[in-house]
């Protein structure tokens, strides 16, 4: 079970959006579609912005959106704000009861 | 609301064992709709899973750390428990409890975390 595989960071001005990217196999996000996706800020524990892949949390913001192609899921935040710049992660399952995460991506709002 | 707590030593020697509880307040741990897990994160590193248990009392381990981990669950208390054995500074990090929708809504609350220092 290896870490699903992240870019290290992505940055964009306010406004703008981005996409991070999430890569694993054929024995986690390619057959399950049970991706989600965490923000970390600094000192704070992760909250969930996307689960099931594509689905939403009562709560959070409609410019955090998912989807998955093959094995590579994918989170992009249109209109990004400064409040957006944090940690972001990706989770997937990979069968048998069992959880893999991503290695983590930085955010950096210009 | 729900909360969820974490307790334990905030420092342990290398090569013993590693305990931790985590206190579910707000609601019970018996609901049939939730698992309950451990994720650490080490300094300035990413997010690693542990484990899940069930109420029922079962449990789901990392592959890699497998034959070092145990969960365990106390309906009574309403609380979950990691023992990590044989530390060693790897295993250094900070330790979240969690709880994981059976409606596969993701890890949808967590503890605050504690750090957890293996020294030598």
């Known amino acids: 079970q290896s870490a699903l595989t992240q870019p290290a960071s992505v940055s964009g001005s306010p406004g703008q959006s981005i996409t991070i990217s999430c890569t694993g196999t054929?024995?986690?996000?390619?057959?399950?579609?049970?991706v989600s996706w965490y923000q970390q800020h600094p000192g704070k524990a992760p909250e969930v912005m996307i689960y099931e892949g594509t689905k939403r949390p009562s709560g959070v913001s409609n410019r955090f959106s998912g989807s998955k192609s093959g094995n590579t899921a994918s989170l992009t935040i249109s209109g990004l704000q400064a409040e957006d710049e944090a940690d972001y992660y990706c989770?997937?399952?990979?069968?048998?009861?069992?959880?893999?995460f991503g290695g983590g991506t930085k955010l950096t709002v210009l | 609301q729900l909360q969820l707590q974490e307790s334990g030593p905030g420092l342990v020697k290398s090569s013993e064992t590693l305990s931790l509880t985590c206190t579910v307040s707000g609601g019970s741990i018996s609901s049939s709709s939730y698992y309950w897990g451990w994720i650490r994160q080490p300094p300035g590193k990413g997010l690693e899973w542990i484990g899940s248990i069930y109420y029922s009392g079962t449990t789901y381990y990392n592959p890699s750390l497998k034959s070092r981990v145990t969960i365990s669950v106390d309906t009574s208390k309403n609380q979950f428990s990691l023992q990590l054995s044989s530390v060693t500074a790897a295993d250094t990090a900070v330790y979240y409890c969690a709880r994981l929708t059976t409606a596969h809504q993701g890890w949808d609350i967590w503890g605050q975390g504690t750090m957890v220092t293996v020294s030598s």
């Open positions: 054929s024995s986690d996000v390619g057959t399950y579609n049970l």
């Open positions: 989770c997937s399952y990979a069968g048998r009861g069992t959880w893999v």
